[in-house]
């Protein structure tokens, strides 16, 4: 079973607009990612925060993370239609394991 | 060229079937997982490999048989396909990263759609 859902489970922009995505989980992490998914591909990594850090940037990607509410959060700024995907969490919990949310898909109208 | 190649793409089969999904990488990474998604679930993780002929179950294996008799390969059976397997087969490899902290990053193939008919 899963261990943390994402919300929402959809969302539909404009373009220009901020897209933010929220993860959430139950257990002690090492560290969080987030992967993006295109339509009929696999899923590529995007960002790592790992478990003492609170907020991450790269490019027009945000992550934060709290660990005292056990949530994350992935914010993608100024968004382009090509950001249309799905965007999962995975939490990496002990070992070289991760655990995937159910995602979040990610609409971006032009 | 170089990454992660999973083989077929696409592949409809019929119930009681046996069906061999093939992953190949060429980085060496040590570690390699094979997932199943389907919609409502995400990825679910049915079986990993942490080395050649070493491998061990994930959430959902029943079913499903693997090898890895050398490090590039990490071939996933479906022993005798039913139709609740019908779903987008994806394998990956995981790079742990250097230096005091590991990254735990995983690298996707492109994925096999399997259909159980």
């Known amino acids: 079973s899963q261990q943390g859902e994402e919300d929402p489970q959809a969302l539909s922009i404009q373009e220009g607009e901020n897209a933010t995505m929220n993860c959430s989980y139950k257990?002690?992490?090492?560290?969080l990612q987030w992967y993006r998914q295109n339509s009929g591909r696999g899923l590529v990594h995007l960002i790592l925060?790992?478990?003492?850090?609170r907020e991450k940037h790269s490019g027009r990607l945000r992550v934060t993370l709290d660990t005292s509410k056990k949530s994350s959060s992935l914010l993608i700024t100024a968004s382009r239609a090509a950001d249309t995907a799905s965007y999962f969490c995975?939490?990496?919990?002990?070992?070289?394991?991760?655990?995937f949310g159910g995602g979040t898909r990610l609409m971006v109208k032009p | 060229d170089a990454g992660i190649t999973q083989s077929p793409r696409y592949k409809i089969t019929e119930t009681g079937r046996q069906v061999t999904l093939m992953c190949h990488q060429t980085w060496s990474h040590s570690y390699m997982f094979w997932y199943r998604q389907d919609l409502g679930h995400g990825l679910r993780l049915i079986y990993y490999s942490a080395a050649a002929d070493i491998t061990d179950k994930g959430e959902v294996p029943d079913g499903y048989v693997v090898s890895r008799s050398k490090t590039e390969n990490f071939p996933l059976t479906l022993e005798s396909a039913t139709r609740s397997q019908t779903s987008v087969y994806f394998c990956?490899?995981?790079?742990?990263?250097?230096?005091?902290?590991?990254?735990?990053?995983?690298?996707f193939g492109a994925g096999t759609r399997l259909s159980v008919l």
């Open positions: 995975a939490r990496n919990n002990a070992g070289n394991m991760l655990t």
């Open positions: 990956a490899t995981l790079f742990v990263g250097g230096g005091l902290v590991a990254k735990n990053i995983q690298y």
């Open positions: 257990t002690s992490i090492n560290n």
């Open positions: 925060i790992r478990s003492n850090e």
